[in-house]
């Protein structure tokens, strides 16, 4: 009993003193990967400008066509393609300078457990002791091997812990509005639909400099239908927006019903106030699930109710036409329909929602003149009685006496019927209607803001210029347009919009300011010449046949390995060619190393059992052959880890510019196929494409130096004794299945979790784009239920890949531990009976053990750095 303690401790304090190396080279590694961490969050910024260019160019493809703007979208792209690449190398180089010094402390434990074994064994005698030290050196082996695993998995884990930080950033976030709380505030029994503004003033938070509303005083009668009017930019929208708490005004006193806006129960507020937004709000459902958005409780709604609204709207000639009618699933945005569409289709929601109070945000723009008409008729017919306020710039909408609040610059100028306003002869309301003769703002159709966001992108930001190398070959289309156009409309000047003299500081000022158009009203006008002559442009578009080499460079379906390397050579430079060469030569070496390790660990282990007397020389000439081998295998698998990664992301970064050209170079009627979604595209050129440089940057290395490794070992064993190697050899048949099964069984996972995956991506890109609506609407209760039901397809399909890849991994291992049980069984026997040299026996030992279990790991990491 005494002798098992002392071996026990003996044992014990062997491997607390190799543990202690262990903290040592675990300290060094949490530095190291902190340091890491911050090279992944700075690679990950570039990365996320390449995508916003995408998102940016290809919902706005109309506009970079108009423009001829596509050369200038792939050098942007080039350029933040390129910019993430540089930060990636810088990744890939500080991950293997750590490597390196990982790879060679780890390997150096075990030189250094050894030393101080030899010494120990140099005063022992008892076999129990000798086994102590042997159990105490295989514990630390393993222990090693474990930790060697982490190593090609180290940028993968930053790049989720940044991941997670950001995820986590956003969780932690104060919420200004708890839309959870259900009741927080007044809420009237009725509402009747009095409204008041009381000196108002706002400042958006993101420009501090312009005054949203600037002293806004009006009064809206309950029952009153009102319209408001204004330039461009004075505050109409925003006044909409703060009535319904979407913004908080700064000072000043909003009342409903003389109960001010910051008493009242939120909820309350968007059950009694409807917007119907510029920019139609419509999700990707179905038409008639967009038009029940509308009501709280659908229980009692029919299909008869949802025809008659859009009816109402004169929708029903439109969806009829349409191949699935009211079941037609509209794109995020609604932008399979026309905008006058759009429009129309919010309007029938917001027809079936009728509140005591409702604000349209130019309803009829986009509408031609009959339905217009047609509709404001129908519009007045079914609110009368309750609070309308109309906002417009179509001032034909306004009959002699309906009453208007003129707006300028945050506030409201002149007020009255509008035959009153217009016997005025001057005046606010007078101006306004003096630019009503050029009425070329109706004729724009109503394109997202998103796509005059990107025409400011290409005209207005300076710095945009400094960014673009191409842009001297764009610029002078551009600018030919807009002279072409100025000239175009110069013999009728005098009839041009003109809204430098459109300036109301006072009741009576009109100031004599020269009709200089400003640069940005000059390229409104050349969008609007763009934009009158669209039908022709697009279908001349549409025209166009995709070039052949476009349709072959699309990929179909699952490419063979053989396929997807075969684009390296085109796409990558010669010194990545002899980047991509030497990196595979030092994962033959690196993995070289291993067998070569596992050999000189055999002479160790064998000197422990034969010579005693020279321990000591021999062991230290083992010793130090085991620090040579470290540093080769340090500086060799650094090399292939910095080499293959670099040009992998070189490879991709080529193949992803190629293929953004190429999407932009598309025909317009590319784009209006579903599986070339906006977030399909940015997907497959980031996320994809991430995926696909790891094919060569981790798990050809990784492929190739496993099979070096089971070469070497097993050729070495053969030469050693083939009886006990073909016994040793059962498992790899085992692995190769369990490798076969695996592939095929994730692949399956994959996809479906790439699905599940990008079902969830469009849903939350529809949802934040909409944010506004889904509060007023108080659609938070529907989102939430879809947005968990997707999250647990999710979470199933992830469920299943994990069950999937954990069962395939227990097999692997399982097969090793049966292969290495099984070997050592019969070694034993072949020493017992046929004479087997101990020496060979512990060589194969070695050599079979570490090239088999270096396979199974290999086994487990290629499916990790995929995920
Ligand atoms: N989200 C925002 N962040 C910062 N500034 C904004 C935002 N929305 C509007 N603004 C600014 O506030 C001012 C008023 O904008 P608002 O949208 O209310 O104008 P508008 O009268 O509705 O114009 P339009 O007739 O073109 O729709 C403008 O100067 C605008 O640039
Ligand atoms: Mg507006």
Redesign the pocket.
């Known amino acids: 009993m005494a002798k098992e303690l002392e071996w026990f401790d003996n044992t014990e304090h062997e491997i607390l003193r190799v543990a202690n190396r262990c903290h040592t080279v675990l300290f060094f590694m949490a530095f190291n990967f902190d340091m890491l961490s911050w090279y992944a969050g700075g690679g990950s910024r570039p990365l996320g400008s390449a995508a916003q260019s995408i998102s940016r160019a290809v919902k706005g493809i109309d506009t970079v066509k108009y423009f001829n703007g596509q050369e200038m979208e792939i050098s942007l792209y080039g350029t933040a393609v390129k910019a993430a690449g540089l930060a990636y190398n810088r990744i890939a180089k500080y991950a293997a300078f750590q490597n390196a010094i990982l790879r060679f402390l780890t390997l150096m434990v075990f030189v250094q457990g050894f030393w101080y074994a030899t010494t120990l064994v140099t005063r022992t005698t008892t076999f129990q002791e000798y086994s102590g030290y042997m159990t105490a050196f295989w514990a630390c082996l393993i222990a090693g091997q474990q930790i060697e695993t982490i190593f090609p998995l180290v940028i993968v884990l930053e790049k989720g812990k940044y991941a997670a930080s950001n995820l986590r950033r956003l969780t932690m976030v104060d919420v200004e509005f708890d839309l959870t709380r259900r009741r927080a505030g007044v809420s009237p029994r009725k509402c009747n639909g009095f409204i008041a503004f009381q000196d108002v003033r706002f400042h ?1 938070p ?2 501090r400099d ?1 005054a ?1 509303l600037n002293g806004l005083s009006m009064f809206v009668n309950a029952g009153e239908t009102v319209f408001i009017v ?1 330039k ?8 909409a927006n703060l009535l319904l708490t979407v913004w908080k005004h700064n000072s000043g006193s909003i009342l409903i019903d003389e109960n001010p806006l910051e008493k009242l129960d939120r909820k309350w507020i968007h059950d009694n106030v409807t917007y119907v937004p ?1 920019r139609p709000a419509l999700f990707n459902e179905s038409i008639s699930r967009n038009i029940r958005f509308g009501k709280a409780n659908t229980d009692n709604l029919t299909h008869k109710d949802i025809w008659r609204v859009c009816d109402d709207v004169f929708l029903t000639e439109v969806i009829t036409g349409l191949p699935n009618g009211l079941r037609t699933k509209l794109k995020s945005g609604g932008t399979n329909l026309s905008g006058g569409q759009r429009q129309r289709v919010s309007l029938a929601r917001a027809r079936l929602r009728d509140t005591s109070i409702m604000i349209l ?2 309803p009829t723009t986009g509408l031609d003149e009959a339905t217009k008409v047609l509709v404001m008729n129908t519009l007045r017919e079914w609110r009368k009685d309750k609070t309308t306020i109309v ?1 417009t ?1 179509n001032l034909s909408d306004i009959r002699p006496n309906d009453w208007v609040y003129v ?1 300028d610059a ?1 506030r409201v100028v002149q007020v009255g019927e509008r035959r009153t306003l217009e016997a005025l002869y001057q005046g606010p309301f007078a101006d306004l209607l003096k630019n009503v003769e050029t009425p070329y703002e109706e004729s724009i159709p109503p394109e997202s803001c998103y796509e005059e966001s990107l025409i400011d992108y290409y005209m207005d930001d300076p710095e945009k210029e400094n960014q673009c190398p191409n842009r001297t070959t764009i610029l002078p289309f551009v600018e030919n347009s807009i002279n072409a156009f100025r000239q175009s409309l110069a013999p009728r000047a005098h009839k041009s919009f003109n809204p430098s003299r459109v300036t109301f500081q006072n009741h009576r000022a009109t100031t004599a300011a020269p009709p200089v158009p400003s640069r940005s009203q000059t390229i409104k006008r050349a969008t609007s010449q763009s934009r009158k002559r669209p039908r022709r442009t697009r279908q001349s578009m549409e025209e166009i046949p995709p070039k052949p080499e476009c349709k072959s460079t699309i990929m179909k379906g699952q490419q063979g390995l053989r396929h997807i390397f075969s684009t390296i050579g085109p796409n990558t430079s010669w010194s990545d060619k002899l980047g991509i060469a030497i990196g595979l030569l030092c994962c033959i070496v690196s993995a070289a190393a291993t067998p070569a390790f596992s050999f000189a660990l055999a002479r160790l282990v064998y000197i422990f059992f034969t010579d005693l007397s020279g321990t000591g020389t021999k062991a230290a000439f083992w010793a130090l052959v085991i620090t040579g081998i470290a540093l080769l295998d340090a500086v060799t698998s650094s090399l292939q880890l910095f080499l293959l990664e670099k040009s992998a992301q070189r490879w991709i970064d080529s193949v992803r510019i190629r293929a953004y050209g190429l999407v932009m170079s598309q025909a317009r009627s590319w784009f209006d196929v579903d599986k070339n979604k906006t977030s399909r595209i940015a997907q497959d050129l980031e996320g994809n494409a991430e995926e696909m440089r790891n094919l060569l940057g981790r798990q050809l290395g990784f492929a190739v130096g496993a099979l070096t490794i089971l070469g070497i070992g097993v050729g070495w064993s053969f030469t050693q004794d083939v009886q006990l190697t073909a016994v040793g050899l059962v498992a790899i048949p085992v692995l190769l299945l369990v490798l076969r099964v695996f592939s095929w069984v994730t692949e399956r996972c994959e996809e479906r979790c790439n699905g599940e995956s990008e079902q969830l991506a469009i849903f939350l890109r529809d949802m934040l784009d909409n944010l506004v609506a889904v509060r007023t609407l108080s659609l938070k209760g529907y989102f939430d239920h879809k947005h968990h039901r997707l999250l647990r397809r999710s979470l199933s399909a992830g469920r299943k890949r994990a069950v999937c890849t954990g069962l395939t991994v227990g097999l692997s291992d399982t097969g090793v531990f049966l292969a290495t049980a099984l070997l050592f069984w019969y070694g034993a026997r072949l020493i017992v009976q046929n004479g087997l040299a101990l020496e060979k026996a512990l060589t194969v030992f070695s050599m079979l053990l570490f090239s088999l279990s270096n396979s199974a790991a290999t086994l487990r990491i290629v499916p990790q750095v995929s995920i």
Do not use: F, N
Not at 232 to 239: A, D, Q
């Open positions: 958006y993101s420009r312009v949203g204004g461009s930019g004075c505050g109409k929208s925003t006044l510029q945000d130019e906002i710039h707006m945050g």
